[in-house]
């Protein structure tokens, strides 16, 4: 089946420690997005790749890196900077970013990570 | 202002009861509009595109008022089922073009 996978489900952080969210997809997506939600609020956009080799900051980049060395894979890692990690992270993908077809905007999610500090 | 705003609710409903949600945006150069549905503690998942013209998905009606800058999700016959959350997203035109979410209107269909 194709779709987006994130792991691990859950995640545990102590203090000062960096640690990485993966995502991966099998859709064949050239752009893939990270997006941050706390309890009650909507998402936030962390990161996005358009393409390969390629990646943008969002709104909340600040105490976050990414990479993505593969079109499958877009993993996310927090690090110690990010003084507030604790919240729900979902990954997502599109056929392609800034298209004028409805279709290749449409963003589909994996399942997310839930993110806890020590 | 936020860039896409929605009544965080929660709109309480009895079952068979219609209701509706406005979102409004606030950049005019905005192009696709989406509605998703989340719910408790899952990922969102698409529940319709908002053409232009408006468009029906069984239950559910989706439409855009470009002039006053606001898209809608109507519901017909509510169902205990659609209890959840309802995302507007917004894409533009120019810029940064990854959606931008609303924060949610969250309905509770009562039996």
């Known amino acids: 089946d194709g779709g987006i996978t994130q792991s691990p489900k859950y995640l545990f952080r102590k203090e000062g420690q960096n640690v990485t969210l993966s995502c991966e997809q099998n859709?064949?997506?050239?752009?893939m997005y990270w997006y941050r939600q706390d309890p009650g609020q909507g998402l936030r956009l962390i990161y996005y790749?358009?393409?390969?080799?390629?990646?943008q900051k969002g709104d909340i980049a600040e105490g976050y890196s990414v990479s993505r060395e593969k079109k499958e894979s877009f993993p996310l890692t927090v690090t110690s900077a990010q003084k507030n990690p604790t919240a729900f992270y979902l990954c997502?993908?599109?056929?392609?970013?800034?298209?004028?077809?409805?279709?290749?905007?449409?963003?589909?999610f994996g399942a997310g990570t839930r993110l806890s500090v020590l | 202002r936020k860039e896409v705003e929605q009544d965080p609710g929660p709109f309480n409903v009895p079952e068979g009861a219609t209701v509706a949600f406005n979102c409004t945006y606030s950049?005019?150069?905005?192009?696709?509009f989406f509605w998703y549905r989340q719910d408790c503690r899952k990922e969102p998942k698409l529940l319709m595109s908002?053409?232009?013209s408006g468009n029906e998905d069984g239950r559910f009606t989706a439409q855009l008022n470009r002039a006053s800058q606001y898209i809608s999700l109507l519901i017909r016959d509510s169902k205990l089922s659609d209890s959840a959350t309802y995302l507007c997203?917004?894409?533009?035109?120019?810029?940064?073009?990854?959606?931008?979410f609303g924060s949610g209107t969250r309905l509770q269909v009562q039996p």
């Open positions: 997203v917004v894409i533009p035109y120019t810029g940064r073009r990854a959606l931008t």
């Open positions: 790749s358009q393409i390969v080799n390629d990646f």
């Open positions: 859709l064949n997506h050239d752009a």
């Open positions: 908002v053409y232009s």
């Open positions: 950049n005019s150069a905005s192009q696709s």
């Open positions: 997502a993908s599109s056929i392609e970013v800034g298209q004028t077809q409805l279709a290749k905007n449409i963003q589909y």
